[in-house]
């Protein structure tokens, strides 16, 4: 789904590459995540699989795609395999969430027909079954998560993209959002989820990816995560953590 | 992205943009109408030029003593000319009778002139009146010629008021365009930054670059075409009210018809569509990144 091969991004101006050397292959159907302190390189390395960056080096490919040189109709038509979701939901207020979901079908010109069933089946999926006619400042930060995954999804993307989806919430809904994604890897999408929340990492036992100053440093197939202390140490290769542990505070590792 | 989905997003960028789209339309009707009114005043020279060709000749006025040696040498000459169309010449007899004709409602001068007050005449007609300064050049002070006279310098006046009108019509559109085109790309840049979000939601979920920029394009492309259509408006005014209304009964020329005022609210009303669109594309290009 995703081969990452020598990708190294420096941003213009910057003393340090932003990711350096990375090569990685993420097959169909993988629930990966992306770990890493703050500034370590996740998000940047979910832009250029989005290809809202264009790497320094090395290719990139998505979905069979290689990434470079894309026309703009190529681009626009790769991005519709990939969903993506933000800490920060990217809703739009002034519509409800049935319409910010329909939102991603209108302007792809998919067919009204389509919209009716596809919108629908993705917020019972979502839990917002009942909410589809409510503004998204009329939700919880939950449930406009749950809003912003329905229209990342209700296309069907074979590729879904979560950037720390649960910073925002308390841990008990973060828990809830990723109990969510899992359902989605469950239907066969592929998920990548850039997070340093390590009760999350440890609760699902997924492949790990561990990035620390743009280098990738751990690829472990069923890791648990153990975020960096303020004084940077070598962190161990696997640390076992109950899944009853406590979800660190909100941004505990925020820089 | 669907013809439905597009017009929604039309008419929330209308009504975002509501005082800024009316500040555009009313630039756009001032610019687009000065163009309108220096396009009509273009086709109300060419409407007399057109007149004048069949009108306005060259009269050489004869001598009382001219032989008829002469006067035929002058004939043949005449018609050497490659501007010349026709030559005819006019006894003292037939001269005044003309005259007669030509001020048959002004008693007051016909009964000061007697049939041997006036010269004969040749007049001559030429292929293009334009160039009938030669003749009169090339003739002046020959053998039996009294004078070389040129109908249509009597109108020189009046070409320089239509040309004066047209180019100041044409300069103020210019100026206006100026301000035009500055109002659109403003109002494409804001419209841009107020729909950022939604842009880059666009975008994330795999919108086309068309599909991107169209709402703008559209939004601008409207504001013109209606700033082109109120000025069509105005020149329909004109030419109904000014045209055949105040100047009908007061010149002896033909003035423009129908078939130049719709051709000027077709041409005013695209170029204000077009304009607009052209000056969103260019401002999508700079403040939108797809």
Known sequence: ?????????????????????????????????????????????????????????????????????????????????????????????DRTVAQNVTFALDVTGRSRRAARTAVPEI?????????????????????????????????????????????NLDPATGAGIVHLLERINE???????????????????????????????????????????????????????????????????AS | MRPRALLTAL??????????????????????????AGLLLRAQVHTVNTFLLGQVEVVVDLTDDATGPQVRALESDLRAEPVVTSVDYESKQAT??????????????????APGDLPATVRVALTDPRRSSDIVTDYTGRAGVESVRDDRAVLAPLYRVL?????????????????????????????????RRETAIMRLVGATDTAIRAPFILESGLAGLAGGLLA???????????????????????????DAVWRGVITVAVAGAVAGALTAGFALRRHLRV
């Open chain 1, 1 to 93: 789904m995703i081969r990452l091969s020598g990708v190294t991004k420096t941003y213009p101006r910057a003393k340090q590459p932003a990711l350096e050397g990375i090569t990685v292959d993420i097959p169909a159907g993988q629930f990966v995540f992306l770990v890493g302190a703050s500034g370590s390189g996740k998000t940047t390395l979910l832009r250029l699989l989005l290809r809202a960056e264009e790497p320094s080096a090395g290719r990139i490919e998505v979905a069979g795609r290689d990434l470079a040189g894309l026309s703009h109709r190529r681009l626009a038509r790769a991005r519709r395999q990939i969903g993506c979701v933000f800490q920060d939901f990217r809703l739009l207020s």
């Open chain 1, 123 to 167: 917020l019972e999926l979502v839990g917002l079954a009942d909410k589809g006619d409510r503004y998204p400042e009329q939700l919880s930060g939950g449930e406009q998560q749950r809003a912003a995954l329905a229209r990342a999804m209700v296309a069907r993307p074979p590729l879904l993209l979560a950037d720390e989806p649960t910073g």
């Open chain 1, 187 to 253: 239907a066969g999408t592929t998920v990548v989820m850039a997070t340093h929340n390590a009760a999350h990492v440890n609760a699902l036992r997924r492949r790990v990816l561990e990035l620390d100053a743009g280098v990738l440093v751990r690829d472990h197939p069923s890791g648990a995560y153990s975020p960096p202390s303020r004084v940077p140490a070598p962190a161990p290769a696997s640390v076992p953590a109950p899944a009853s542990t406590p979800a660190p505070a909100l941004g505990a590792w």
């Open chain 2, 11 to 36: 008419a929330a960028t209308l009504r975002r943009n509501l005082v800024m789209v009316g500040a555009v339309v009313v630039t756009a009707t001032i610019c687009l109408a000065l163009l309108g």
């Open chain 2, 96 to 113: 005044f009778d003309r005259f007669r004709r030509d001020f048959h409602d002004s008693p007051a001068i016909l009964s000061g002139v």
């Open chain 2, 163 to 195: 040309r004066g009108f047209t180019i100041g019509a044409f300069t103020l559109a210019l100026l206006q365009a100026t301000a035009m085109l500055a109002l659109i790309y403003t109002l494409v840049r804001a419209s841009a930054h107020s729909r």
């Open chain 2, 232 to 258: 069509g408006a105005c020149l329909v005014g004109l030419k109904a009210f000014l045209v055949d209304g105040a100047l009908a009964g007061e010149t002896a020329f033909p003035l423009i018809g129908w």
